[in-house]
């Protein structure tokens, strides 16, 4: 059974940094893929962006891209977020997700990962 803990959230203002860390535990986290989704009060979670256990290939969505990077660290089994020139209507739960198909355009709905961490709340004032 995948455990998988985040970090990290807090309160920024407009323009700002945060950095988001997901610890996996569980099984070997050798392939397969993890994202990062995010759910504002009142919408649905959505996909933020995707990378891949072995050789680092990450996707974004259209969003964040440019402004966030996801990375991971293969030795710790943990996955980061590197969100930068924040803007209030990235305020919202990010959630941690794991899966162990190596996709990375395709299937990046909620229910295409298996397993999730239970969120942490990023709110950026403006």
């Known amino acids: 059974q995948v455990q998988l803990v985040e970090s990290g959230g807090g309160l920024v203002q407009a323009g700002g940094s945060l950095r988001l860390s997901c610890a996996a535990s569980?099984?070997?986290?050798?392939?397969?893929?993890m994202g990062w989704f995010r759910q504002a009060p009142g919408k649905e979670r959505e996909f933020v962006a995707a990378?891949?256990?072995?050789?680092?290939?990450?996707y974004y969505a259209d969003s964040v891209k440019g402004r966030f990077t996801i990375s991971r660290d293969n030795a710790k089994n943990t996955v980061y977020m590197h969100m930068n020139r924040l803007k209030p209507e990235d305020t919202a739960v990010y959630y941690c997700?794991?899966?162990?198909?190596?996709?990375?355009?395709?299937?990046?709905?909620?229910?295409?990962?298996?397993?999730w961490g239970q969120g942490t709340q990023v709110t950026v004032s403006s």
């Open positions: 997700a794991a899966d162990s198909r190596a996709w990375l355009h395709v299937g990046l709905g909620e229910v295409d990962f298996e397993s």
């Open positions: 990378i891949l256990w072995t050789g680092g290939h990450t």
């Open positions: 569980g099984r070997t986290f050798s392939r397969g893929r």
